[in-house]
């Protein structure tokens, strides 16, 4: 693709293949990505039909030869520039210092039409795509840069050529060669597209980054044999060794031997950590110390970093609302300046003064040359390039453009506590019970209920029975109830253990449980209430304190302007007890899952723009109904799904993080899009002749060359920018 309008033509040739639910073409990188139920040949076939070629980019083998294609790419555009350039710079400076003859001189005649045929090869050469791409897309009744490029550097040689040849067939003062003008354009367009070419490898260089942390080989246990194996070879069940310095080549987890693992790659937290025995691996985190032996337990396309890299991918490939007003300018962009180079013509011919013909073909060169939409179409995609990859770098997967955008906009945060404001690995603390019931006894039942649960508090009774030794009791007719507990039966009694409300709605009076309730709500723990056989028996006291930089995220997203809002189903004493720590002040307690969507339509009812923080199932409806969901990485796979943006290291910085970085993203497509309007808007007008009635100027069709190609250099090197992006205010 050579410009923003051949988006709208790849877009519309592959959307129109049948099985095609979607198509998002990615002007920056080259890249398209289709969603439905078709074959890659087929998608390749219609690109070729639109006038184009394509390959399809599935593994680490296709990117490779994707980033082969482009370097060649860049070296070829190099080539070209210094060819046109080698005969554009003399001509040039021969014609600045006057020593070229004329076209009637005796040794006129023969000079131009020597160096018509040089400019002729050199065009040829660097500039054959060009014209070839223009040959291409007027079969496919379609225009693009390279037809302006073609039919204003063509109409410049072909004029050329021919008052060369008949000087005296126009009129005296039409009598003048454009041949430094037609080569010298070549060049600088040439030497821009390299520039272009060079900034935007930079700018994707998170997927490169990425794809680098994958090791090529893995050294594979078989019995008392180990060999080194490709990556590819592995499978799940293998047992792989992993000596210190290595990358860890896929996950799984430790079979025996322990070390310090470095996974800030997924995390960007630099400190590393302890694995042993029983631990889960990451492919491409880094082994530090020690050796271990570990099990495969995903491979090839299913492993985290596989799925960051695809949602990167997919990210980069996608479209913001900002970004698709340039698209739909950049479509019928070229068309437009057709009509303008023709209008142009027109003016000049029915009321410029002579030489009419030298002026029109000035004029009208000049507008083909610096109307290209390249810098429109580039405004938007290189952006989101690097703000996405910036994003991955520091732990924020973005799953689109959407998502980019929207978070930038956020007015109000809503928090879940448990795992997002909370360490989310609670532990129990006491236990009360009831007259006529034992401590262990109740403690035993509950455990054994909460088995069947997967629920953080659940988790912290079992493993708190589990060290107090006591005999968990099997459970039938286990029923986990969203949002308030569960219920079963253990040692042939009727057991309920959760939420006051459970109880309630049970039928169970709570009062004599209350007021110790009341007083384990206060200190931030949250009371899990246990009924056996009808009666109120007891609580089991649980504690989950807040993460150590909790408080000094809820600071950042204040200070961001954000209105932060705390969200549980737990007790409104222990809500209030966690928020008061943290430094929240809206708390919404109490709420079960169902209504938690409720609250978030609540706060969007009243003009917020929210995202909506969770890790839970429990979560996901609210995540669904916020504008921007962001999951907690350390979540539940049903949380990240329903989430536009997953914080991996499950810090709530990643929030503030998040937003910093939309809001500099967005700034950076304002910039990029005012500026290629801007760009436009004078260029035209100027190249047209605009300013000739009032001062005699007109603007030189090699300037405009030089415009056109720094223009796209000029957006993507503002994207670029982006690159040293570092969140202010973060607390280490």
């Known amino acids: 693709m050579s410009c923003a309008g051949c988006v709208a033509a790849v877009e519309t040739a592959l959307r129109g293949t049948p099985g095609v639910a979607e198509a998002n073409v990615n002007f920056a990188e080259r890249t398209a990505q289709v969603a439905g139920d078709t074959e890659a040949a087929t998608l390749i076939q219609a690109v070729r039909a639109a006038g184009y070629d394509a390959a399809e980019l599935r593994d680490a083998a296709a990117e490779a030869e994707h980033d082969a294609a482009e370097q060649a790419h860049y070296r070829r555009l190099i080539r070209n520039t210094v060819v046109a350039g080698a005969l554009a710079a003399p001509l040039m400076l021969a014609e600045l210092a006057g020593w070229l003859p004329t076209l009637t001189s005796p040794d006129g005649r023969g000079f131009w039409i020597a160096t018509g045929l040089l400019t002729l090869a050199a065009m040829v050469y660097s500039g054959g795509h060009f014209f070839g791409g223009a040959w291409r897309q007027f079969r496919h009744h379609n225009a693009n840069m390279d037809t302006l490029i073609a039919l204003g550097t063509g109409a410049a040689w072909s004029y050329s050529m021919l008052v060369a040849l008949f000087p005296n067939s126009v009129p005296s003062l039409a009598q003048h060669a454009y041949f430094e003008a037609a080569v010298t354009i070549i060049a600088l367009i040439n030497l821009g597209s390299a520039l272009e070419s060079r900034a935007r490898g930079k700018a994707s260089t998170a997927i490169q980054r990425l794809l680098g942390l994958r090791p090529k080989t893995a050294r594979l246990v078989m ?177 689109d453009g959407e998502a980019l955008q929207r978070v930038g906009q956020l007015t109000a945060v809503v928090l879940d506590k448990t795992g997002t404001v909370t360490a989310g690995r609670p532990t129990v603390t006491s236990v009360t019970v009831l007259p006529g019931f034992q401590e262990d006894e109740i403690f035993a039942l509950a455990a054994g209920l909460e088995a069947g649960s997967e629920h953080p508090l659940a988790q912290a009774i079992l493993n708190a029975a589990r060290d107090r030794g006591l005999s968990i009791p099997p459970v ?62 007891g609580i089991v006291a649980v504690a989950d304190p807040i993460k150590p930089d909790s408080a000094a995220a809820v600071r950042r997203l204040r200070e961001l302007g954000l209105n932060v809002v705390l969200l549980t189903g737990d007790h409104t004493a222990t809500a209030h007890a966690i928020a008061a720590q943290a430094g929240i002040e809206e708390i919404h307690a109490e709420v079960p899952p169902t209504g938690k969507a409720d609250v978030i339509a609540g706060l969007q009812a009243r003009g917020e723009v929210v995202g909506m923080v969770g890790d839970g199932i429990n979560d996901a409806p609210a995540l669904a109904q916020a504008d921007v969901g962001l999951a907690i990485g350390t979540g539940t796979d049903i949380a990240i799904e329903s989430a536009g943006i997953t914080l991996v290291r499950g810090s709530l910085h990643g929030i503030a993080d998040a937003v910093a970085l939309s809001r500099a993203t967005l700034r950076n497509i304002r910039q990029n899009l005012f500026g290629a309007f801007l760009y436009n808007t004078l260029g035209i007008p100027l190249a047209a002749g605009a300013l ?12 405009a060359g030089a415009a056109m190609a720094l223009s796209s250099f000029t957006v993507v090197s503002n994207a670029n920018r982006l690159r040293g992006f570092q969140p202010r205010g973060k607390s280490t």
């Open 223 to 399: 019995g008392d044999q180990e060999r080194d194996v490709p990556i590819e070879t592995l499978r799940i069940g293998d047992s792989i060794r992993v000596r210190p310095g290595e990358k860890i080549p896929v996950d799984g987890d430790i079979v025996h031997g322990h070390s310090t693992v470095d996974e800030s790659m997924l995390t960007g937290e630099p400190l590393p950590v302890v694995k042993q025995a029983g631990d889960a691996v990451t492919g491409g985190t880094v082994n530090q110390t020690g050796t271990f032996v570990f099990r495969a337990a995903r491979v090839g396309e299913d492993t985290v970093l596989a799925h960051i890299v695809a949602s990167v991918r997919q990210a980069q490939n996608s479209k913001p609302p900002i970004g698709r007003l340039a698209d739909r300018v950049a479509a019928v962009f070229v068309p437009s300046v057709l009509i303008v180079a023709v209008l142009t013509a027109l003016a000049w011919f029915n009321f410029g003064p002579e030489p009419r013909i030298g002026y029109i073909l000035v004029t009208s060169l000049t507008v083909l040359i610096i109307a290209c939409p390249c810098a429109l179409g580039l405004a938007t995609p290189i952006s989101i390039m690097v703000g996405v990859g910036k994003a991955a770098e520091h732990g924020i997967l973005i799953r």
């Open 476 to 537: 039938e007719r286990f029923e986990a109830i969203a949002g308030h507990g569960a219920s079963g039966e253990a040692n042939g009694r009727a057991v309920l253990a959760g939420n006051r409300r459970l109880l309630e709605t049970h039928g169970i009076d709570t009062t004599l449980l209350q007021a110790e309730a009341e007083r384990l709500a206060t200190q931030g723990q949250t009371p899990v209430f246990v009924a056996v056989d009808g009666r109120p028996a």
């Open 692 to 703: 000739y009635p009032a001062t005699g100027l007109l603007l030189n069709p090699m300037l």
